[in-house]
């Protein structure tokens, strides 16, 4: 009889790849409800064949429907999801509200779908850049156990939403030009100061938090330790963005409980879910994130022994920020849930 979908926050960047990516998943839609803030109620977008007018999103719109995705920042997921759940409807959040909360599963379905099953209501949708790394990282840990994890992030702007990924647009070509633009969005458009991101990197994703670290490099060290069921797993993490439009890259080098060569630590990522591995240094080939934006798998490259620590590895890291960082993920969970 086909799913009944909600889709809270449809008109964003996260909610316009969820309506692209349901479609294509092999299993039918029965409704599909778009919300947004009210200042994007009225506006009409096409899904399939049909045109769906965009509601406000509010309580009582929020009956009769078997999942709903939240994706419309932490407040609204934290007035309006617990409504959601009242009502009847299993919440899928890719907002920060929940993730840490006890009862409340942190899922990335390649590692640890099993967890998702024993939701309460809500099931949270990890962080972009903590999912892209956790894919490419469990193959790993369920074979030689990982002791620690050193990433430093290369993040599109897209992970600021579509109006950061206007701006860099707008950078390049007013520099283009040689006129004057002045940043509002990046590093974060609620920040005191804003920096352009054009020909630049900007070693900030989101506010900063406790003993210098960002928000986003606190998300990947507890996110991942969560995912994995590892309270005491080491990691560490230096988060930048970059001027890309939407696919985030991520150096790693993650240590090993026992040594791991190259070929084997390839063929492990070749059979891993979710995972493509390109890495070929005598053909130049390694995963770019021009190339990988609208892709579903994250890539893996630059796989090679880290001579300074005999059971590290370092690997570079490419997935689509927007789609396996956020809505193909949530979507891969619905999928887990009511197939
Ligand atoms: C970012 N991961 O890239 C954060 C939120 N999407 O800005």
């Known amino acids: 009889a086909g799913l009944r979908v909600g889709i809270v926050g449809a ?28 200042a994007s109620a009225g506006r009409r977008l ?10 406000a999103a509010e309580p009582q719109r929020l009956s009769g429907l078997d999942v709903i995705f939240f994706s419309a920042g932490a407040s609204v997921s934290r007035e309006l999801a617990p409504e959601a759940v009242r009502r009847g409807a299993v919440v899928i959040d890719n907002s ?7 009862d409340v599963p942190l899922v ?16 949270a949708n990890p962080n972009c850049s903590t999912i892209i790394m956790a894919v490419a990282l469990w193959p790993l840990h369920r074979a030689a156990r990982i002791r620690r994890i050193v990433v430093s992030t290369y993040q599109a702007v897209s992970g600021a939403g579509a109006r950061a990924m206007a701006e860099l647009l707008a950078q ?22 804003h920096y352009p991101i054009a020909f630049n990197v900007i070693p900030q994703v ?26 005491e797993l080491a990691v560490t993490a230096t988060t ?12 790693i080098n993650v240590e090993l409980a026992r040594p791991v060569d190259v070929d084997e630590a390839r063929a492990l990522l070749r059979e891993a879910p979710g995972v493509e591995v390109v890495d070929d240094p005598d053909r130049q080939l390694y995963p770019m994130p021009r190339d990988w934006s609208g892709r579903d798998t994250v890539a893996v490259g630059r796989i090679r022994a880290d001579y300074s620590c005999p059971t590290a590895l370092n690997l ?10 956020a809505a193909l993920n949530a979507v891969q969970i619905a999928e887990g849930l009511f197939a």
């Open 46 to 55: 096409r899904f399939g064949d049909e045109e769906l007018v965009v509601e």
């Open 316 to 325: 570079w890291v490419v997935g689509d920020q927007i789609r396996k960082g």
């Open 206 to 231: 989101d506010r900063f938090d406790q003993g210098g670290y960002t928000k986003e490099e606190w998300k990947m060290v507890h996110e991942t330790r969560k995912i994995f069921h590892e309270p």
């Open 96 to 102: 920060s509200a929940f993730r840490m909360e006890p």
């Open 11 to 38: 008109t964003g960047a996260v909610g316009q790849e969820l309506m692209r990516i349901l479609p294509s998943r092999g299993w039918s839609v029965a409704e599909l409800r778009l919300m947004a803030s009210p």
């Open 108 to 123: 990335v379905p390649e590692v640890n779908m099993q967890d998702a099953r024993a939701h309460r209501g809500i099931v």
């Open 172 to 193: 390049v070509d007013a520099e283009r030009r040689g006129e004057p633009y002045e940043p509002a969005i990046l590093p974060y458009a609620a920040g005191a100061r």
């Open 240 to 251: 930048v963005r970059v001027p890309v439009l939407r696919s985030h890259s991520e150096s």
